[in-house]
């Protein structure tokens, strides 16, 4: 079987498990799942960019995730004037010692020679513009927060549509890249990850703390969405007479009370599944975006260099390119994307809740993703974002079913029986590492695995 012919079947069987979720559940259940799968897919990608196209290995995808996050904070949100005048001039003169303190370090590190003057210079410059940072600062963001904390507490954002903040993500992701790679892209791929890791964990412990600027722990709710709300579908009246039509044969024979209450009860239901369906065409159109892009990077001599760098440091280097430049190209496309993704997640939720930023669902899961789809192939990622979301989510209540199944022998109250009932919840977890163990047992390359240029598969 081709790898054309591999994908094909990998994505149907993919489409027959979203359909028997839909048809045992919900429909609204499976474009949730979707909409999800999506998002996770384009993370995956992400990662894929950075380690399977130049074995990159980032552990601290967390951190991008929650940049995009609050970039549709400080986007969309309408700006808080009273917090602005409470703190607002402060905070300026506080960002702009801070950049002065910048500049004058830098200027005095290029113009002093090497030496002990240098570092006494250096020691002076940054003690003194930390002190009036911190004084500006401290003042500023004291008075931001008292101002009627319960309700806004933080500086709010610009007031422009959410869509925007799905760029502005990309490009927070981007800029924190640069800084951590230009210190971490130096050091060995272990360490590489442990700095990445631990920056990711400065981010969010940023994130959770600094309500002047996200609210911090109290989370940002009610953030503005990019499609209509179920609210206002429900009261439109083309959104009534199209649910009427739609489901003629339903409220067809029914008395006039009848097809009242039932055509309430379809509008309400499927004024939910419209908006569903509306972010799936948004973040699919995202998704087909990304995806097209990479594939063609990675067929271009531009992929095909990283992957030579990828293979053999060494022998590129000695073929004139510049290893440290390109990772570093790569790991700033690769933590846009995860960027981007992070922005669409909140759009999706409607709010940003720092607290619920953990390794486990935004970087080890975007890991297993990456490798059981198959790491260097693209679309390898993304069928691994629709496999071990939908996993992840079904793994609990299919746990249940299978347990209860097992156990219905026992009696209600049987000390097994109940604990097994209560042990269900942890399925997830342990069908992560069936499903992970399996894939690198018997396709150790992942379900699509890399297609190297000759068209033979690798790994």
Not at 47 to 56: D, E, F, K
Not at 127 to 153: H, K, M, Q, S
Not at 157 to 172: K, Q
Not at 229 to 235: K, R
């Amino acid at each position: 079987m081709n790898n054309a012919q591999r994908s094909a079947l990998a994505f149907t069987v993919m489409a027959c498990l979203l359909a028997m979720v839909g048809y045992f559940q919900s429909w609204a259940l499976t474009l949730s799942i979707f909409n999800l799968c999506l998002i996770s897919s384009v993370m995956a990608l992400g990662v894929n960019i950075q380690w399977g196209y130049a074995g990159l290995f980032n552990v601290g995808t967390m951190g991008f995730a929650a940049l995009g996050g609050l970039a549709a904070v400080l986007v969309s949100k309408a700006p808080v004037p009273a917090a602005w005048a409470a703190g607002g001039s402060n905070l300026f003169l506080g960002a702009v010692f801070f950049a002065l303190t910048v500049a004058i370090a830098t200027f005095t590190y290029r113009r002093l020679p090497k030496g002990g003057l240098r570092v006494i210079a250096l020691s002076i410059i940054v003690l003194i513009g930390i002190l009036a940072t911190r004084y500006f600062l401290d003042t500023a963001v004291a008075d931001i927060e008292g101002v009627n904390p319960a309700v806004t507490g933080y500086l709010g954002g610009l007031g422009m549509p959410i869509m925007f903040s799905w760029v502005v993500g990309g490009v927070f992701a981007a800029g924190a890249a640069w800084v951590i790679g230009k210190i971490a892209l130096g050091l060995r791929s272990d360490y590489l990850a442990i700095a990445t890791l631990g920056i990711s964990e400065i981010i969010i412990a940023l994130l959770k703390n600094e309500d002047w600027l996200t609210r911090g722990v109290k989370n940002v709710t009610g953030l503005p969405r990019p499609v209509p709300y179920e609210i206002d579908l429900q009261t439109s009246d083309w959104f009534i007479n199209w649910t009427e039509w739609f489901n003629t044969s339903a409220l067809n024979n029914l008395s006039t009370e009848a097809r009242s209450d039932l055509l309430t009860s379809l509008v309400i239901e499927q004024s939910s599944v419209f908006v569903k369906i509306c972010y799936a065409g948004l973040f699919a159109m995202v998704l087909v975006i990304v995806l097209s892009m990479s594939v063609l990077a990675l067929n271009s001599p531009w992929g095909r260099m990283m992957r030579a760098i990828r293979d053999n440091e060494v022998s590129a280097a000695a073929m004139g390119k510049n290893i440290t430049g390109r990772h570093l190209q790569v790991f700033i496309i690769g933590s846009a994307v995860v960027g981007i993704a992070g922005a669409m997640l909140t759009t999706l939720d409607g709010q940003l809740t720092p607290g619920t930023y953990n390794p486990l669902r935004f970087t080890f899961l975007i890991w297993v993703m990456v490798i059981v789809g198959g790491s260097g192939n693209n679309l390898g990622s993304v069928l691994g974002g629709f496999l071990i979301w939908l996993i992840w989510i079904e793994a609990e209540p299919v746990g249940v079913w299978l347990i209860d199944f097992a156990t219905n022998w026992m009696d209600e109250t049987s000390p097994v029986r109940l604990h097994l009932m209560d042990s269900a919840q942890h399925m997830r977890l342990f069908m992560m590492g069936l499903v992970l163990l399996v894939v690198m047992r018997f396709n150790p390359g992942g379900i699509l695995p890399e297609i190297t240029i000759q068209g033979s598969n690798k790994r």
